[in-house]
């Protein structure tokens, strides 16, 4: 399995930010994608995941109401819409895939990971 991750970057405070998360190198019908965050200092932090085949979706406290997670089945693919970022959103933020459905305890890890992009939010 092979994730890649893209759309990261510098954006100002207030500012949207959609990042994206190919997928490849399995056949299996089912499976999730999450994204992940690690911010300077501190530890990785789960944010949200979606289920390929239902659509289900988890998400994180910290970024309810302002991140979307969606994919395109077809392409095997990932999104991270953000909006109204934060400072404190600044950190590496990793696409990780696992098969199955996706469910809370996805956001404490899955099994398949990109290697990662740099968001930095600052004025």
């Known amino acids: 399995v092979q994730l890649v991750e893209s759309g990261g970057g510098l954006v100002k405070p207030g500012d949207s930010l959609n990042v994206s998360c190919v997928a490849s190198?399995?056949?299996?019908?089912?499976?999730?994608i999450g994204w992940f965050r690690q911010a300077p200092g501190k530890e990785r932090e789960g944010l949200s995941c979606?289920?390929?085949?239902?659509?289900?979706?988890h998400y994180a406290n910290s970024v309810k109401g302002r991140f979307t997670i969606s994919r395109d089945s077809t392409k095997k693919t990932g999104y991270l819409q953000m909006n109204n970022l934060k400072p404190e959103d600044t950190g590496i933020y990793y696409c990780?895939?696992?098969?199955?459905?996706?469910?809370?305890?996805?956001?404490?890890?899955?099994?398949?990971w990109g290697k990662g992009i740099l968001v930095i939010v600052s004025s």
């Open positions: 990780a895939l696992d098969f199955g459905l996706c469910g809370p305890t996805n956001l404490r890890g899955m099994d398949y």
């Open positions: 190198g399995f056949a299996h019908e089912h499976w999730s």
């Open positions: 979606i289920s390929n085949f239902v659509g289900t979706t």
